[in-house]
């Protein structure tokens, strides 16, 4: 009874396709996707920590389970059975509302990122997405901008002064990138003429994968993402090596946990945009497997993360912001009005 | 020298090919390294071949340990209770693991080589009570035994205690 929507229907447009889901269905599917997101964040660690290792020639967690398999479940028990203890000024409301808004924001945004064609089950029409929203890209960015008050407001109501510091530095950095990371997309919106990721991703199946005639938008998108998500060599807001642990220095426990798991669900949630903008989101070579794909392709993109970590050293503080704004930003902007100039006279 | 981006591009590279090798990573409790073989580990007392112990209760070590670890208490030999073959004996000879430092000064203080340091290292507790080595824990065997090195690995001197005894 399920089978992929065809081509035929790939250039109708996503309002199109809306009214058809009744509401329950994108309850299910919701709860559905935000477990398989979190258990994909919970084996993102696992393959970053294994790969990390053998790239280290070394094995990695290999004790919990077979190749270390339960890891991700221990470190989960470890961090909820510990005590949630919290520095004596620290502003508590707010302190336990910052890993909130973190993993709020960071889950929510997975919403919109279409994994699939859509699906006729019984009589029944199931879209590839949560929500088929018009603006879905807007969407993701804002839920971006609320989530970087997760570190702000963390930092700030920890009431230490480490916490304050790389709290600052944490914002100055996501705030910066977060322009970059904006303006990439601005080629892929002009030439997919839409803000809805269901569009853009049918208008590369009609056309050709952004990557192509957009590869300058993917690199600052690339870099910007790696950034915005504080991965290595970016990850100046933790710099477990060189740096008092940042924003989140008073939290412990599942708290910090929480803002690790949203680290790590924006990691993946980029990566599903950067996949959707650039490679196609789950079109591929056989259509039937298109979640599949789509997971095969976010698979990829956090494998690269992962070699890079392992490969590149951190940036200084100096160099990231050069390389924000002097390299980044305007490199965004002459892509952005060159695809505007071509989309126009082409 | 090559220019950066290259040298950047080789080191991805050099990472990747880690992937296909084996680990270096000597897996713990199923492999067991073996130790040095003047690695200092868990105290001995020794006994003479007669049976009577070697340590006479002088506390020299108690006095040469930094960490304080050491306690004594030596109580006269007598005709029908022989336990060493000096006038004293240490009726309570007690270390206390926990704040040991595995130095070896009370090897070196010891007149009669009455107490050694020997090779095991797997000495950790649930409690730091079951740390507190009595006199007869440390007079026995122990429990577990640890791989040691082959002594002609190494340009080691056979100890007095070892050659005499």
Known sequence: ?346 | MSPQPVDAVKGFAVTFRQLFKKPITQQYPEYKRPVYPRFRGRHRLHRYENGLEKCVGCSLCAAACPADCIRVVAAENGPDNRVSPGERYARIYEINLSRCIFCGYCELACPFDAITLGNEYEISEYSRDDLIYTKDMLLAEPIKKVPVADRDLYDTPIPYYQDHS
């Open chain 1, 1 to 346: 009874m399920v089978s992929p929507v065809g081509a035929s229907e790939a250039s109708d447009n996503g309002r199109g396709r809306q009214v058809t889901e009744p509401w329950w269905i994108s309850l299910i599917k919701a709860a559905v996707i935000v477990n398989l997101v979190m258990v994909a964040f919970a084996y993102t660690t696992w393959l970053e920590r294994k790969l990390l290792g053998r790239m280290q020639n070394r094995y990695g967690p290999n004790r919990a389970g077979p190749y270390g398999l339960l890891q991700p479940f221990a470190d989960l028990i470890k961090l909820i059975r510990k005590e949630s203890f919290f520095p004596i000024a620290a502003r508590e409301p707010l302190y336990i509302a910052a890993p909130i808004i973190s993993m709020f924001t960071a889950l929510a945004a997975f919403a919109v990122i279409p994994f699939g064609a859509g699906w006729k089950i019984w009589h029944w029409h199931v879209n590839g997405e949560i929500a088929n929203v018009s603006i879905a890209l807007i969407l993701i960015f804002a839920l971006g901008s609320i989530g970087v008050y997760g570190p702000i407001v963390g930092g700030w109501a920890s009431e230490s002064k480490y916490s304050l510091l790389g709290s600052m530095r944490t914002c100055a950095q996501l705030v910066s990138y977060e322009v970059s990371l904006a303006l990439s997309v601005l080629g892929v919106v002009l030439m997919g003429q839409s803000l809805n990721l269901v569009d853009i991703v049918n208008k590369q199946g009609a056309t050709i994968w952004f990557f192509i005639p957009q590869f300058a938008g993917l690199l600052v998108f690339f870099f910007a993402m790696i950034a915005e998500t504080s991965r290595p060599p970016f990850d100046l807001p933790e710099a477990d090596t060189e740096l008092v642990a940042g924003y989140h220095t008073e939290y412990g426990g599942m708290r910090w946990g929480l803002f690790q798991t949203a680290e790590y669900i924006n990691l993946i949630t980029l990566s599903g945009l950067a996949v959707t903008l650039f490679f196609g989101g789950w079109r591929g070579p056989y259509a039937p497997l298109g979640p599949l794909w789509f997971v095969l392709k976010v698979f990829i993109f956090v494998s690269v993360f992962i070699w890079i970590r392992a490969s590149v050293p951190r940036l200084r503080y100096d160099q990231l912001m050069r390389f924000g704004w002097k390299v980044l930003l305007p490199v965004a902007t002459i892509n952005a009005v060159i695809t505007a100039l071509l989309v126009v006279w082409i």
